[in-house]
């Protein structure tokens, strides 16, 4: 046995092996021939790499791993290094687009119901003059003398003063002009045109007058006075049904007809009056188009005079939220009526939002209101800015409010301001206007007389006196007092005054330019699906790679996972000298079983022992009969137990083959075994 073992040790050493550990069967060290050599992680983790490169799905790696020699090893390793870079950058490209979210706008024009907007309109000619022999005329003249009277006395102020402060307070005076001193006195009916003069005749898809009467809206707004807004959806559901039926049976779009009275005729005393001291200020009527619920407001408006016909193009506009560059609602302001203190609430829109930043930053430093933004209910207690008493007192900080005003600018506001609503509704607009009302080239002299008269009774109504007469009509001195009505009973129509008639209405059209209305709809230009397939069509083009490849890699991680479990399992089975574990990985490797078969094939084994043969006597005859009958019995056990061993060998599925394999039993005779065995487990007897 003792050659056996120095054989085997020879035929390791020269086959290679660096075993110093016997490994003879039947020996009692062969236990220890059973721990195979570890290979390191490293080695391990290449060969997994290796494997995953030759079954990949990516042609370059295949490729690289099944080159024949060194130069197409680096020639694949180049292309497949180039490949990846056109890959990278067509990927950052990609990449970079989708995360641009790239908006497409589809626009679909539809039967849709037009909804009318909000309409506010205001009398650009801010000081209405009632007539005369009236208490608002007495009152309006007593406002205008103490207007005189605090700019004089204020001036002889500015005049005690040095140089540089009597300049800014004489600038400040002269900037105040009547309009802004009236409206800051915070009683505007005082000089306002009233609406039932204003608006002489209001005609919804030809309903009478009377049906919109009751659905205006007095605004108190500088420098205009009183302005009048009409919201088409109060009016009287009857109104509303009729003109939908007629639009629908008739066809004809819905349209809103406002006959308006200007009044720019002044008293004789104030004929060279300037309300707003701007010579760019023209006569007629400031029309504003809202959605409904908002704050009218000044600087998205319209100057028209004479005949103007506003055609409108409703556009329903729906904003992609992914974006975030839109709001799903608007905060509510709470706007208060300047002389009645009647709070309002409206709609937030991205002027409000600037309007009410720049008067908050005025009213924390300066503690004061600008008289040209719109009130808001806790601003009612603050005096305005531009008030003379104000500014007296605080005269050290004089251009306190115009600072405000500067700094607000230079801050963007916008930037803090509220973002469009994601779905809202616009309108565009197309006006056009003619020359009206043409009295003498329509021979309309009867209708304007009827519609005099009839102004006349309002005024009668209203202040107790009347004075249309002088300014409508062509009287002189030497004729008699008339009134509207009698000229018009008498069919005097050569008596109109057709220039007051032309200076002082004008005619307002308001139409659908069609039923049909666009429907605007943002969508993303570069979803995520189409993402996905530039991504596929990137990867296949350069790298060649699927979604396959990515299980590929997910199994590549997992047999990186099952590696370090490995690890920590041969280290708990060396502790433990778990004896099948070490077995069951020493014969696993095909370097140690193709050893052990090379060594059974130089080793012959020694021939069995020859019988010998004696002469006995009957009774020893009898004896070993009866010996050979027990044997025979114990020979049969050991036969059918080595049966079973060998099927269970069979069944394990691990076939080595050698010249034979000699195992020592427990008396220590060798057994002789078949050249080819199954071998799967090996127990102890």
Not at 473 to 480: C, D, H, Q, R, Y
């Amino acid at each position: 046995m003792s050659n056996q073992t120095q054989q085997l040790k020879q035929g390791r050493s020269s086959g290679g092996g660096d075993h110093s550990s016997p490994c003879v069967p039947g020996s009692t060290s062969f236990s220890d021939c059973l721990q195979p050599r570890s290979p390191t992680s490293a080695q391990q983790i290449g060969q997994m790499v290796l494997a995953f490169s030759k079954r990949s799905t990516i042609h370059g790696l295949n490729h690289i791993a099944q080159a024949r020699s060194a130069r197409r090893r680096i020639f694949w390793m180049l292309i497949f290094s180039a490949a990846s870079c056109g890959f990278l950058t067509n990927l950052y490209h990609i990449a970079v687009k989708y995360i641009q979210v790239p908006v497409l706008t589809n626009v679909k024009h539809d039967h849709l119901s037009f909804k009318f907007p909000d309409i506010t309109v205001c009398n650009i000619n801010p000081i209405f003059f009632p007539p005369k022999n009236s208490q608002h005329y007495e009152d309006l003249l007593r406002v205008i003398k103490q207007y005189d009277q605090d700019k004089k006395i204020y001036k002889q102020r500015a005049a005690k003063l040095k140089n540089w402060k009597r300049g800014v307070f004489t600038s400040v005076i002269k900037g105040v002009y009547i309009s802004d001193y009236l409206y800051m006195q915070r009683n505007i009916t005082l000089y306002s045109i009233p609406h039932e003069i204003f608006v002489q005749d209001c005609r919804y898809m030809g309903t009478h007058k009377d049906s919109c009467s009751s659905s205006w809206i007095t605004h108190r707004r500088w420098p205009y006075g009183a302005c009048y807004q009409l919201n088409i959806t109060k009016l009287g559901r009857d109104a509303i049904s009729r003109s939908n039926k007629k639009a629908f049976s008739s066809g004809f779009r819905p349209d809103l007809f406002l006959l308006l009275y200007k009044g720019v005729e002044y008293p004789d005393e104030f004929k060279y009056l300037d309300a707003h001291g701007l010579i760019g200020m023209p006569s007629g009527v400031l029309l504003m188009l809202h959605e409904p619920g908002t704050y009218p407001q000044i600087g998205e408006s319209f100057l028209l005079d004479k005949y103007a016909q506003v055609d409108l193009h409703m556009t329903r506009k729906q904003h992609l939220r992914k974006l975030k560059l839109c709001e799903s609602h608007r905060d509510i302001y709470d706007y208060v009526d300047v002389e009645t203190g009647e709070r309002r609430f409206y709609k937030e829109t991205r002027t409000d939002c600037v309007e009410n930043i720049t008067q908050t930053a005025i009213k924390q430093q300066c503690k004061c209101v600008g008289h040209e933004y719109p009130l808001k209910y806790d601003d009612e207690k603050y005096p305005f800015c531009r008030d003379f008493k104000w500014f007296d007192q605080h005269f050290n900080d004089s251009d306190c409010a115009n600072r405000m005003h500067r700094q607000v600018k230079e801050a963007n506001p916008l930037k803090m301001c509220y973002k469009d609503l994601c779905e809202h509704t616009t309108y565009s607009t197309v006006i056009s206007q003619a020359n009206f009302p043409a009295v003498i080239e329509r021979k309309t002299h009867r209708g304007w007389l009827r519609l005099l008269s009839m102004m006349e009774r309002d005024e009668l109504k209203k202040y107790g006196t009347t004075d249309l007469a002088s300014k409508a009509l062509k009287l002189n001195s030497t004729t008699e007092p008339m009134n509207i009505s009698e000229v018009l009973t008498n069919g005097q129509f050569e008596l109109l005054n057709v220039d007051f008639v032309e200076r002082n209405f004008m005619y307002l059209r308001i139409v659908p330019s069609s039923l049909f209305a666009d429907e605007m709809l943002e969508d993303e230009e570069y979803p995520l699906s189409r993402f996905l397939t530039d991504v596929g069509g990137c990867v296949g083009l350069w790298v060649g790679a699927s979604l396959i490849t990515v299980f590929e890699f997910c199994d590549l991680l997992l047999d990186f996972l099952g590696l370090d479990a490995i690890f920590r399992r041969k280290r708990s089975v060396r502790q433990n000298g778990h004896y099948y574990g070490q077995l069951r990985r020493a014969l696993s490797p095909h370097e140690e079983v193709t050893r052990l078969v090379e060594y059974n094939r130089r080793t012959p084994l020694p021939p069995p022992p020859s019988p010998q043969v004696t002469r006995n006597s009957p009774a020893d005859i009898n004896s070993a009969e009866v010996g050979q009958d027990d044997e025979a019995g114990s020979n049969s056990v050991a036969t059918a137990a080595a049966a079973a061993a060998t099927e269970n060998r069979l069944n394990s599925g691990i076939t080595m083959s050698a010249s034979t394999l000699s195992c020592s039993s427990a008396g220590g005779d060798p057994v002789k075994r078949p050249r080819a065995v199954q071998i799967g487990m090996v127990s102890s007897v």
